[in-house]
């Protein structure tokens, strides 16, 4: 090998070995098929990507990936004070799934946890504006009103409600004596 | 070309190939997406706050902290109180915090997650005793956009902030709405 030759063979080592630092290697990533996720370029959102084998250049490209599968919420024995004053024991179980991944990804910093904060939210503002005999006689209709708010506040940031019911409601003794 | 021209080519990429190589092993990669914020810190001092991108750094002498931008909800139940006619309440409330300065938040939270809700609750019981507990819609308003103006003056300067602060109950043993209405 030529004198030159040495020289270029150093100089391509340190190009490579440098540049990697900035440019980065390719790498994969497989995605399964409950899960979704985002490309990221640079730090910012470009597409969003299914399941599947997705190549990325590590260091100046990223996938946050999200899993897609439905999130079951459940409480029991919960109280909550009603507009007259006295107090109803309520317990539910929800379902709900990821519709859209970049809104789902950017509502929360945790975004699994959205679909308890949103329902238990609902559900006692409902209770909450409701009187004891609404509960003791219309929990069908207090459920569908529960349904379509937590719907609404849900699709908002990109989950979908997949079910709802109480498990639990009954009014108890009123919460001042 | 010389052989002496080819070593000391060859000495300057051996140089520069080892310069890269302790460059690339004392530093790191801190990726930040668009939803985060870097507050870069070089021997000790603020620098700046990184935007969406990719850096490397000196971990020992500049390190990154990297701030979850994204809200952080809460939901604070059944919090028991007097308002501000000594009446018997109770509240739940719910809302998220998010942070709005990165370098005051890394320098005033330990954990930006939990901290700040944990100051707000803090917060929110001394703040609510100074409200009237009037569990009509407009009432809820007032008391959502009280406690969040009063609340957020005092955040704001440790760099988060409370946003879409709802009042999910609202009991009170004042059951005269005339008696609210006189005390606003």
């Keep these: 090998m030529g ?3 040495v020289a270029f063979f150093w100089l391509c080592i340190l190009g490579i070995y440098a540049f990697r630092v900035f440019v980065g290697l390719p790498t994969s990533h497989s995605l399964l098929p409950y899960q979704g996720g985002v490309f990221y370029k640079r730090g910012r959102p470009v597409r969003e990507v299914g399941p599947g084998k997705h190549w990325v250049i590590a260091g100046s490209q990223k996938i946050l990936f999200v899993d897609k599968r439905p999130v079951q919420v459940c409480a029991e024995g919960r109280a909550v004070s009603l507009a007259d004053g006295a107090t109803a024991i309520f317990g ?9 991944v970049k809104k789902a990804l950017y509502a929360s910093g945790i975004y699994s946890q959205i679909p308890a904060f949103v ?3 609902v559900v006692r503002s409902v209770l909450n504006h409701s009187r004891a005999d609404a ?13 379509l708010l937590s719907r609404e506040k849900l699709a908002s940031t990109g989950y979908e409600l997949l079910s709802f019911r109480f498990t639990q409601l009954s009014t108890a003794v009123p919460v001042h004596h | ?17 080892w310069s890269a190589f302790l460059y690339v092993r004392m530093t790191k990669t801190v990726y930040i997406t668009d939803y985060q914020a870097g507050v870069k810190f070089r021997h000790g001092i603020f620098s700046r706050v990184l935007g969406p991108g990719f850096y490397r750094t000196r971990s020992g002498n500049a390190p990154i902290n990297v701030v979850d931008m994204r809200p952080h909800q809460f939901l604070f139940e059944r919090l028991t ?6 009446s018997d309440s109770l509240i739940s409330i719910a809302g998220s915090v998010i942070v709005s300065d990165p ?17 707000a609750k803090d917060g929110l019981r001394v703040a609510i005793a100074r409200t009237m507990a009037d569990p009509s819609e407009q009432g809820r308003e007032r008391i959502a956009s009280g406690l969040t103006a009063e609340l957020n003056r005092e955040l704001r300067k440790r760099g988060v902030e409370l946003r879409d602060l709802e009042v999910t109950e609202l009991w009170t043993e004042v059951t005269d709405p005339y008696s609210v209405e006189r005390a606003n």
């Design chain 2, 81 to 86: 109180y007097q308002d501000a006619l000594q």
């Design chain 1, 135 to 147: 509960v003791r006689t219309e929990q069908v209709a207090l459920a569908e009103q529960v349904i």
């Design chain 2, 1 to 17: 070309m010389s052989d002496a021209v080819a070593g000391l080519f060859t000495i300057i990429g051996v140089l520069l190939a």
């Design chain 1, 92 to 100: 539910f179980t929800a379902s709900a799934q990821i519709q859209d």
């Design chain 1, 119 to 121: 329902t238990l939210c």
């Design chain 1, 3 to 5: 004198a030159l030759g």
């Design chain 2, 103 to 119: 370098y005051l938040a890394v320098t005033s939270f330990k954990d930006i997650e939990t901290d700040p809700i944990t100051v």
